[in-house]
């Protein structure tokens, strides 16, 4: 494949607190990840996909990874053949799950796409759009959508907030720009010898692929997101993607 998509479903869950890692907290009835890698698996190219996930899930993942892999056979039989989903057990730390992923890509690779688990809903046709878009730029591409929120820069005052458990306060030091904003999704997408190169010459507690890269001093577009791509990291997010999979349903 000349197309790999990284999923990384390695976190805990913490802000989730439901007791299992947050990619195996069931939606509708079927794990997040079933619903991510039904999308992943979705695209419109046949891409090799790379799930990262804990030690201890492993077996779980390949159970799911086969179940969808069947069911897209079973919806598209044009297809030349079942989209093959490896499993591979993540890290600590967002990043070095992405590294474990890209330590498997297949040599033919030459699009990475790393997306989260956790933005269960996303649609085929972003990814797609993601795959497009670093085809014809060369470039790493991010979706973002404009940000609705006043956004206030703020010096919290640590000790306060430490003193009020759940409080922040702190002053505001001023209103940023919102034109000049973009609250940013996965799948986020690059030429793979920029991201391999840039990750590995990454500080570790860098985040987001997207900085990775621009901060090895290559270019990140962003083009638009899709709503539906939202990051499930609250029980709030958790009701949300509940209510709008069952009126799709209906
Ligand atoms: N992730 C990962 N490995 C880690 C940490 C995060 O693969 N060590 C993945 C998560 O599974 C998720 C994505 O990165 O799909 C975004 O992370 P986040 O939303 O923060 O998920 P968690 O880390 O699981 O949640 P929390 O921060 O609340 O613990
Ligand atoms: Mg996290």
């Known amino acids: 494949p000349l197309v790999a998509v990284i999923v990384v ?4 869950g913490t802000r989730l607190a439901l007791g299992q890692p947050k990619a195996f907290v069931p939606l509708q009835g ?4 079933t619903h991510a890698l039904q999308g ?3 695209m419109r190219e046949s891409a090799q996909i790379i799930v990262v996930v804990p030690e201890d899930r492993v077996a779980q993942a390949r159970l799911i990874a086969a179940q969808v892999s069947a069911e897209c056979a079973a919806d598209a039989p044009a297809r030349a053949s079942a989209p093959a989903i490896e499993i591979v057990v993540g890290g600590s730390s967002r990043q070095e799950s992405v590294q474990r992923g890209l330590a498997r890509l297949h040599p033919s690779v030459e699009i990475v796409l790393v997306h989260d688990a956790a933005r269960a809903l996303t649609p085929a046709a972003l990814a797609d759009a993601v795959v497009d878009a670093v085809r014809t730029t060369g470039h790493g591409i991010i979706p973002g959508l404009a940000v609705s929120d006043t956004i206030k820069r703020v010096a919290v005052a640590v000790a306060v907030a430490d003193a009020v458990p759940g409080a922040r306060l702190g002053t505001v030091l001023g209103t940023v720009d919102r034109s000049e904003l973009a609250a940013v999704q996965t799948p986020q997408g690059f030429p793979r ?3 391999t190169a840039a990750v590995a010459a990454a500080s570790p507690e860098m985040t987001d692929d997207a900085a990775i890269v621009a901060a090895a001093g290559h270019p990140v577009r962003v083009i638009d997101g899709h709503p539906l791509a939202f ?3 609250t029980r709030a997010d958790l009701n949300r993607a509940e209510h709008l999979l069952a009126a799709a349903g209906e």
Not at 9 to 12: D, E, L, N, Y
Not at 30 to 33: A, V, Y
């Open 231 to 233: 990051k499930i990291t």
């Open 40 to 42: 992943v698996a979705g």
């Open 30 to 33: 079927r794990p997040m990840l």
């Open 193 to 195: 010898h920029v991201l």
């Open 9 to 12: 479903a390695a976190g805990s």
